[in-house]
């Protein structure tokens, strides 16, 4: 069976699977559990478990553990390729992971198995998903273009599809925030701009990150996502933590943001 195989297991993520499974449990058990039906849309960050595998697993955490659907999983492309799906099931150290290929069908995106080969910020995302939700399928798609009205075609494509396709979806944005400044100028621009989620606004949320000059690398997938939400009827966005790589490096100077944010 061709497989879209672990590109950074071992790099990003612990490779052996007893060492990754102990790792997040860890990174479950500091995570409070959704209420009701939870999210219908999170954003989680993409860099190595040691930095940012806590908060990712607290946005995983608003999506209730017996979720058995389809997550459409939107993240960046830090290569340059064009926006794409991936039909194709995804290896992980914990199993492979389906993927819902009639969905990924259904979104009219270009299907590109090369290009998704050796991207980061869909893989990362995939042992959170086999270890949390082992009945759930996945409708990869990684992001070319991140302007506004792309993200928005986007996010109403997959609002769409769940429709025309019955499925029962939740969308996972793949993305970090800002890149190696100083941690009181990153947790100010960030906070900022991630304020503009709380109302799904994506066009405020467009023009702080350009006025900011916020080096966020997945504005799309979280436009796309908070868009395809709100055409299902969430109504807002909700910070849950923020942290940065400066809480486990100890260097202020040049950090990384990440955030875990669920839409409701």
Known sequence: MKLRTCAVAGMFYPRDPNHLEQLLTRFFAGAPAAGGAGAKGIVAPHAGYVYSG???????????ATFSGTFVVIGPSHRGFLTSGSAIPWETPLGVVDTDAEFVA??????????????????VQMPFIKFRFPRARIAPVMMGD????VAARLGQAIADAAEAERRDIRIIASSDFSHYIPEA??????LYTIEALRTLDTAEFYRR?????????????????AEACRAMGAQEGRLLTY???GDVTGDRNEVVGYAAVAVI
Do not use: F, N, W
């Open 106 to 123: 259904a979104l009219g995106v270009a299907v590109d198995e090369s290009s998704h080969a050796a991207e980061h910020s869909l893989e």
């Open 209 to 225: 990150i350009v006025s900011r000059k916020v080096s966020a690398c997945g504005y799309g997938p979280i436009t796309a996502m």
């Open 243 to 245: 942290a940065t790589s």
């Open 185 to 190: 100028i990153a947790r100010d621009q960030d």
């Open 54 to 64: 806590a908060v990712a697993a607290q946005a995983y955490a608003a999506i209730p």
């Open 146 to 149: 991140q302007d506004h009205a």
